[in-house]
Nanobody
Framework: QVRLVESGGGLVQAGGYLRLSCAASGIISNINTVGWYRQAPGKQRELVASITRDGSTNYADSVKGRFTISRDNVWAKNTVYLQMNSLKPEDTAVYYC?????????????WGQGTQVTVSL
């Protein structure tokens, strides 16, 4: 079982920045990928950014050049970050952390409870 706890959300003006954190606990070995997703009211949840075990990153086109996903020393400190710069009102959403794990041949997906990000004009 993997437990994910997000933090760092809040209210910010357009052009501002926030740094989200995703802290993992529990059985965190064999996590393949950690991703940040977001869901705005009335919209589907979408992938914002992801980072794999070997450090490869992937970003949605809408956030490229503005958001950066990173992690502490492999999984040693068990935290993945999402640095969000040049925020826009359309970035307003609940942001969720997701972990994809394969353990004992079984693949599981875990979600955090989410953190609200609100960007005002």
């Amino acid at each position: 079982q993997v437990r994910l706890v997000e933090s760092g959300g809040g209210l910010v003006q357009a052009g501002g920045y926030l740094r989200l954190s995703c802290a993992a606990s529990g059985i965190i070995s064999n996590i393949n990928t950690v991703g940040w997703y977001r869901q705005a009211p009335g919209k589907q949840r979408e992938l914002v950014a992801s980072i794999t075990r070997d450090g490869s990153t992937n970003y949605a086109d809408s956030v490229k050049g503005r958001f950066t996903i990173s992690r502490d020393n492999v999984w040693a400190k068990n935290t993945v970050y999402l640095q969000m710069n040049s925020l826009k009102p359309e970035d307003t959403a609940v942001y969720y952390c997701n972990a994809d794990q394969t353990l004992g041949g079984i693949r599981r997906n875990y979600w955090g409870q989410g953190t609200q990000v609100t960007v005002s004009l």
